[in-house]
């Protein structure tokens, strides 16, 4: 009786052996680079009450806008206010806003996703037709039918874009979910008379998990963006609290004389949507076996 | 007259080389055989050879000449390893072409087959649209394919899979090369398909004089159709040389491992006969229907129509088939995975079909994909004690259950510490193992067997076999052993029931069946197994 | 071509079943919309305008006073027969409104689609067939970057540029294509090209994605097995192979400009549905938002089974069997 000993890792996917996530991810300069600007984001938002340098509201009527100088980095708006500061407690405003929404809309998105794909049967029709109809609607008009139901503000703005964003973990959960289903180490547990929940626990999430972090990534940025029109449209984040969509609207009368204005809160949006696609854009090839293979295949030269 | 010379043929992706200092001489009109398991590199190599190597990273060094021809003496030789782009194009369709595996991937389903012929036609041999067209009609009736004139303009989608193959063919001799390389062209196919396209090449081979490399894992079929046979281990050559002298005495120790393990139908042979034992699994007039959706709507398959069958305690019940025989169906019925139309299934005399979740204990189930059949997510040691801990078996407590998973794995010949390695640490044999191991954690009644080795390595495949044979004896377990190979049927069967379309065509003893077929589809399965003598030998 | 119409007849009548069931979900969804209202929708509306009277009259007007399956199916009769009700702000009927304003956002979309396609698809084919290379990066980070701009910071941005600094184009203003065909171009270049950027960015990912799928299957590889030249490997194979995708990704981008160009219209006071809608939250105009909302849904549904339409042309898997 042999014993059969060697782990020889079969076939050419794993040639050069198989690298830790960690190593891959940080192989690759623009994941490190927008990871890091998002972690700077995130710090300077949670940190924004205490590193602010002004009150948000501080109104100067003589010093309105000044170009950015020492005493204001980002300068100041027609009433005189330190965009900086501005700029500053409104990211952190919109990063709570986004987070709420996106987490509401995953954790409803994917629960209903992952039954509705491993349920498969009428549950999974039906939950589809549902999903079918609000992707029917755009996701702004959508958002803004919600806010003109409840008055404006910062809780319909979480509301309205995490609700408005659901369908998208639905389906992409759910095309995970049937996916798995479908293998045989799924079907080796049914017929072995594992209970369902066990099933879903422990075979279905862990698996669909990959999927479902790029989208989580990828829904922040527009999470990011949609509240940013929000508050562009006056929809959004209410006045007197900054906002960068709020500060850019304000920021068309002025278009000519304080580019600041504009530039900066413009700016803000751009730099984080833009941190949170890239993340998810890198979280992606690595997540995706395919792609995972030819990086790998690549790294190894 | 050599046609390809391949001299020190290295392939190395990134910094691994993968096929080590290759050589191999492809004769005028001779078929070569590339013959290796799974990691070999014979595809590689034989792409590489022919300039057709497109992996990122991958550098190929050496030298691989194509001479000139039986068509055109008068050509200059290339080497195809270091040939430009424009060089390579030139030869390829032209004067090598190819046939690769899968048929249902390999051809473009937005056009016509005919289009797929022509545009070859049109690059390499300037023919106009209306003398190619008439040229890929010739080419679809010398493939074999009926009405060719209509199937010209036919889509791939509209023809099976034995016919896609024909007509991929086609494609690759439309402008009478003088070397075709197919990669495993036979391998996805049923095995009455397999044999009509073996012969059809060696028929076609023989009219037009084409050289042919045939690559494989199957010994058998190669068998069928070289005249020379390569054997690659790891990128290495291991032997070479005319192939009644290599099947007949083979000179390395891999090579004889390899014969060894091919499975063959042998007279006598088979396992140890029970005396009859009492019935386990009785099913009676079997009837599963589903219905699939398709973009223009809705459509019933017939799966399994009236299949009736008894399983001795202590024996395996092969049911055999090919693709669309419902064989998988049945398993999935009795597993619980689909429900059945009609009919009745019962184990030990208790009712298999209505079972309870408890119940599903007494049958456990051992998939053919090695590689999806464990959660990727999991270690082998969770993966194993599911079972355990679901139906709470092998004691209470966590340390109880780590015994009892190291003792299952050292039933299935793996050492103990597997259980916290991964799934992808482990080779496909080994990840088999583990299935069948977790299997056995249910201390099962039955064992079913789906395709369990179809995806291993004939050299692996014969030790999994083996196993399972002598697990057999030592537990008597019960086995419902689901193949399309009527060899390893043979060897592990007592009893064999034989599926066409759904519908039990034969059923008799192993002895008998094998001895004395009585169904024509039977007889033609028979037939269709590759014989242990090759062809060129006989 | 080969074409069985039976064939295709039964897939077009799956999907207009299955349309006619998302038809139906988008109105309960829309009929929703009104009865959510925490308070009364109706006073909401008339805000400072209120008096016992108007109210009487709005509600009445409106049919909130009747039971809700009453309304319901007095919704969905009028709703099929194209009267949406009137507007609370001006009494004017919700239709004659919509109808007004939707030629100009028709027209913004389909310029920003045409600007999308012609910088998606050369750009998502030629960075899919290097993939990996420092070309396909470099398209890959812009692509980011369109992606992840606000659109209306583009369009303040466009105007900063090509309005005020250099003078070339309008910064608002529209006049309809049929009265001034020059000038409805000036004025809609700069709202459609920050529409086209943006949604070029977005089809540039998926086409690539597309693309790339095609390039590495099995197909393609006998293609270039044949000794076929290259051209004609990506033209007959690999782009024909993504033409079905691409037709998808296109079909679900003309929905997501249909109801992004709020902001867009907001920036340029275009006076399409986008601003009307905008408008119509700010008042409390139930019925209006009601109303854009059915018909952006229903032009969604309706570019849907046209992309479905093509698709039974263009795959032959569908169209024969």
């Not at chain 2, 394919?145 to 690759?172: K, T």
């Not at chain 2, 977790?438 to 395709?451: M, T």
């Amino acid at each position: 009786m042999t014993i059969d000993q060697t782990p020889v890792p079969v076939a050419a996917e794993h040639a050069g052996g198989r690298m830790s996530t960690w190593r891959l991810l940080l192989s690759n300069p623009i994941s490190v680079v927008s990871g890091a600007v998002l972690v700077l984001i995130v710090a300077a938002s949670v940190l924004a009450p205490w590193i602010a340098p002004y009150g948000v509201n501080e109104i100067d009527v003589a010093g309105a806008l000044a170009p950015p100088s020492g005493a204001h980095w980002f300068g100041t708006d027609e009433l005189g206010r330190d965009v900086f500061s501005r700029v500053l407690v409104a990211g952190s405003t919109s990063l709570s806003i986004a987070a709420v929404a996106v987490l509401f809309a995953l954790v409803v998105g994917v629960s209903l996703g992952a039954v509705a794909g491993y349920r498969g049967g009428w549950v999974d029709a039906a939950l589809m037709r549902v999903v079918d109809v609000m992707f029917a609607f755009p996701v702004l008009l959508l958002a803004l039918a919600i806010v003109a139901i409840f008055q404006p503000g910062q809780l319909t703005t979480m509301i309205a874009i995490g609700v408005v964003y659901t369908p998208i973990f639905a389906r992409v959960a759910r095309a995970s979910a049937l996916s798995v289903r479908t293998s045989p180490f799924v079907q080796v547990s049914q017929t072995m008379g594992t209970p369902a929940a066990w099933i879903l626990f422990r075979h279905v999430l862990p698996n669909i998990a990959g999927p479902v972090v790029v989208q989580t990534s990828l829904s922040l940025a527009f999470a990011i963006l949609s509240e940013a029109a929000l508050s562009f449209l006056g929809l959004g984040i209410q006045p007197p609290a900054p906002s960068w969509g709020g500060m850019l609207f304000t920021a068309q009368g002025f278009l000519t004389q304080a580019w600041w204005m504009s530039v900066f809160p413009g700016a803000a949006i751009f730099v984080t949507a833009l941190a949170f696609n890239l993340v998810g854009d890198g979280l992606r090839d690595i997540l995706d076996p395919r792609q995972r293979t030819l990086i790998e295949a690549r790294r190894t030269r | 007259m050599t046609l390809l010379t391949v001299r020190d043929l290295r392939v190395a992706v990134g910094p691994r080389e993968i096929v080590h200092g290759v050589d191999v001489a492809v004769e005028r009109e001779q078929t070569l055989g590339i013959v290796g398991e799974s990691g070999s590199g014979k595809t590689l190599t034989a792409l590489a050879a022919t300039g057709l190597l497109d992996v990122p990273g991958a550098r190929v060094s050496g030298s691989s000449l194509l001479g000139p021809g039986a068509r055109d003496e008068g050509a200059a030789t290339l080497d195809l390893a270091t040939a430009s782009a424009s060089q390579l194009r030139r030869v390829h369709g032209s004067r090598v072409g190819f046939v690769f595996q899968d048929p249902s991937t390999s051809l473009n389903p937005y056009l016509t087959i005919g289009r797929q012929i022509t545009e070859s036609l049109e690059t390499h041999r300037r023919l106009g649209r209306h003398a190619a067209r008439l040229r890929a009609i010739e080419l679809l009736e010398a493939v074999g394919l009926p009405n060719p004139d209509e199937r010209v303009d036919a889509y791939p989608h509209q023809f099976s899979g034995g016919q896609r193959q024909r007509a991929m063919i086609a494609i690759a001799l439309s402008c009478d090369p003088d070397l075709l390389i197919a990669d495993e062209p036979t391998t996805a196919l049923d095995v009455t398909t397999q044999a009509q396209i073996l012969s059809l090449v060696r028929d076609l081979q023989r009219e037009r004089g084409t050289a042919v490399v045939w690559i494989s894992h199957d010994l058998g079929v190669i068998g069928q159709v070289a005249d020379d046979v390569l054997v690659l281990r790891d990128g290495r050559a291991v032997e070479q040389g005319p192939i009644g002298a290599l099947y007949a005495a083979p000179a390395h120790a891999y090579t004889r491992e390899l014969l060894a393990a091919r499975p063959r139908i042998v007279a006598g042979a088979g396992p140890q006969p029970r005396p009859d034992g009492p019935p386990l699994l009785e099913v009676g007039g079997l009837d599963v229907r589903f219905t699939i959706g398709t973009p223009t709507g809705r459509r019933t398959v017939h799966a399994v129509d009236d299949v009736s069958f008894t399983v001795r305690r202590g024996t395996t019940l092969a049911l055999v088939g090919e693709s669309g025989s419902g064989k998988s169906t049945i398993a999935n019925a009795l597993t619980g995975l689909v429900p059945p139309h009609r009919g009745s299934a019962t184990l030990g005399g208790s009712d298999l079909l209505r079972a309870r979740r408890r119940d599903r204990r007494r049958i456990a189930m051992v998939f053919q994909d090695p590689f999806a059949s464990l959660d990727p997510r999991r270690s082998v040691g969770d993966a194993i004690a599911e079972p355990l801990r679901v139906h709470r078996l092998g004691g209470t407590g966590a340390a109880a259950r780590e015994r009892r998973v190291a003792e299952l794995l050292e039933l299935v010949d793996l050492p103990a510490a597997f259980a916290e390695r991964f799934p992808h640490e482990l080779s496909g044999g080994q990840r088999q193992r583990v299935s069948i191991a977790r299997a056995l954690a249910l201390e099962p009644e039955l064992i079913i067997l789906d395709e369990a080795t179809a995806s291993l390595d004939v050299s692996v495949q014969a030790r999994v076999l083996g196993l399972l044979r002598r697990l057999q004896d030592e537990q008597h377990l019960t086995y419902l052993f689901i193949a399309h190979d009527l060899a390893i049927v043979q060897q592990m069967s007592h009893d064999v029931v034989v599926l066409q379309n759904g519908r039990v065509v034969e059923a008799a003893p192993a002895a008998e069946l094998f001895a004395a077929p009585r169904d024509p589809y039977t007889v033609r399965l028979l037939e269709a197994v590759p014989p242990e003598q090759p062809r060129a030998a006989r | 071509m080969r074409i069985q119409p039976a064939r295709i007849a039964r897939f077009l009548g799956v999907r207009l079943l299955s349309s006619a069931i998302v038809l139906f979900g988008v109105l309960v969804v829309v009929f929703a919309l009104i009865q959510l209202v925490p308070g009364d929708p109706v006073r909401l509306a008339l805000g400072t305008r209120y008096t016992p009277e108007a109210y009487e009259a709005l509600r009445a007007a409106s049919g909130l006073d009747r039971p809700l399956w009453e309304q319901f199916l007095g919704y969905l009769g009028s709703a099929v027969t194209g009267d949406l009700g009137v507007s609370f702000r001006n009494g004017q009927p919700v239709t004659t409104t919509l109808l007004e304003r939707l030629p100009a956002t028709v027209s913004l979309a389909v310029v920003g689609l045409l600007i999308a396609l012609v910088i998606a698809i050369p750009a998502g084919i030629w960075s899919a067939l290097r993939e990996g290379r420092a070309s396909d990066l470099i398209v890959r980070l812009t692509s980011q970057f369109g992606v992840s701009i606000p659109d209306f910071w583009l369009g303040m941005l466009l105007i900063s540029l090509f309005s005020v600094t250099l003078g070339w184009l309008p910064a608002s203003g529209y006049v309809p294509l049929t009265d001034d065909p020059v000038r409805w171009l000036r004025q809609v270049t700069l709202p459609a090209l920050t529409v086209g950027l943006v949604a070029g960015a977005i089809m540039t990912r998926y086409i690539r994605a597309a693309v790339i799928d095609v390039a590495s299957s099995g197909y393609v590889r006998t293609a270039v097995s044949k000794g076929l030249p290259p051209r004609v490997v990506t033209g007959r194979h690999i782009v024909r192979g993504a033409l079905v995708p691409v037709l998808t990704i296109a079909g679900i981008q003309l929905a997501t400009i249909l109801g992004g160009v709020v902001v867009v219209e907001v920036v340029f006071a275009w006076p399409g549905l986008g601003r009307l809608v905008y408008e119509a939250v700010a008042a409390r105009d139930y019925p209006l938002i009601q109303g854009a909302v059915l018909l952006v849904a229903v032009m969604f549904i309706v570019v849907n089974l046209v992309v479905d339409a093509l698709y039974a042309v263009a795959d032959p898997r569908i169209r024969v069997s």
